[in-house]
């Protein structure tokens, strides 16, 4: 999994949707996969009682088990039914975006995601670090900021600062991220009497905890652990790879590919037959103008 | 040590201390709120390799601008709104006693 990448990427999302996106959705969306399943990876305790997966690689991301939550319908199924329930067009969207950016980037460790589940359960991964929740959240901490994935979370903070650091300022949020989700920010503003300054620090929070959490847990493996700083691909060499997959890299290859084709027309027909019904029925502000087939009104020739 | 140069030593390190004093009042009345922010970093970072699990979570870390930007100062601010100043303390205590 990615550490840190799920809250920086964010901005640079915002940066290329602009007000056609809630900046709140897309940071929910890309919190969502792991928003229920982390606890159970790790394990955690209730008084005496335990709650934990048996085998936390293949809940996290196999079926059965939670893996679902990493795959591209997920985002869609939720996406549809904020759409459905509260016709904003921004949150939904947001939420698909930052979910989809979520899979997309976790596909990096030898996990991988079932991007195409249902219609296919086979994880796909670069294999770039290793995945080590098994060992425990300080241990998988250590193992990911000794390995490519800590190169990978300080590349994506580099990304914000050079590249989106536009959608830092005040000015910025007050003239892009505010009327893209004009009532939900207004609704902070007046439920907790909070300022300006107050909400741009809200905003701005992801990428501090973004950046902070790359140094700290950095800090943390180098000085308090005895983990050695592997960055080549696949490392860090001491933690044992745990594949999903069992099959042959050709069946699985084959799997995908009928995977991506079905999940293709799942989603057309879905779209035809509901989405764009529930997204004609829902809204926008009055700043976003939306062209193609995301437009307000269907063309009429 | 030569008396003259320990005078000396020592009007150079209260000089450096002025001459900080005075940059860091400058930095904060002109940013103030980068000031801020790079308190809450300052503090953050050392606090979440100490604290793990209570600092370096998704509720708390996103939301510690929020505290250290805004609701820390303006709790201080009220504060210091609410209770008199010190001059003001002394006015009242020479008014009582006179």
Known sequence: MSWATHELENYFIQKHSKVKASFLAIALGAFAPDLITKGFVYGFHIGDWGFGAENPIKFHRGWPGAGFTHSLLFGVVIAALILRFTGSRGWALGFLIGDWAHVVTDINDTAGTMLFFPFSTVQITTGMWKHAAYTGRYNDAAAYYSSPGGLWDTFWLGIVLVFARGTLTKRYFREVVVPADPRVWAWIHRRFNLPERALVAIYRGWLFYGGCRIVAWTLFARFRTDYSWDPSWGGPWYIERVDIYAGTFWEGVWSVTIGAVLTAIALVVCWKLLLRRWWQRGSDPPIVERHGFLAAEPART | ?98
Do not use: Q
Not at chain 2, 2 to 18: G, I, K, N, Q, Y
Not at chain 2, 28 to 42: F, M, P, S
């Open chain 2, 1 to 98: 040590m030569d008396p003259a140069a320990h005078r000396s030593s020592r009007r150079r390190t209260w000089s450096w201390l002025r001459r900080t004093w005075s940059w860091l009042r400058r930095m904060w009345e002109e940013h103030e709120e980068g000031v801020l922010y790079t308190i809450a970093v300052v503090v953050y970072i050392p606090a979440g390799v100490f604290l793990k699990t209570v600092v370096l979570n998704w509720i708390f870390g996103i939301l510690f601008p929020l505290i250290v930007v805004y609701l820390i100062p303006t709790w201080i601010r009220r504060l210091r709104a609410s209770e008199p100043s010190g001059r003001e303390r002394g006015r009242r205590a020479s008014g009582a006693s006179s």
